[in-house]
């Protein structure tokens, strides 16, 4: 599960009225204070612009939105070596698909 924090000024609401627009879909934050929002991303494909609103969804900010990408999930497809001392300190290289740089 990914999770997205916006920073975003809270001012006047309640932490339970904030919810977050990610493409078509939202969904109610499970966190918020006064310097930011916590919303657990939907499932999802692509690129999406993510839009907070603070009356339960009711309006979403789009001039506020912020992009947010959806990367496949990664996948290992082998490990060299396979194995190693109980001590530690070996240096595994992990090969496979979807890894993303971050």
Known sequence: TLQT???????????????CLFGDTPVKAVDANATHITCISPPGKGAVRVAVSSNSG????????????????????????SWG??????????????????
């Open 5 to 19: 924090s916006l920073p975003f000024v809270v001012r006047g609401a309640a932490r339970d009225q904030f919810a």
């Open 58 to 81: 009711v309006d979403f900010d789009s001039k506020t939105a912020a992009p947010y990408a959806y990367r496949a999930d990664a996948s290992v497809q082998s490990l060299e070596p």
């Open 85 to 102: 001392p109980s001590g530690g300190g070996t240096r595994v290289r992990v090969r496979g698909a979807s890894f993303a740089r971050g």
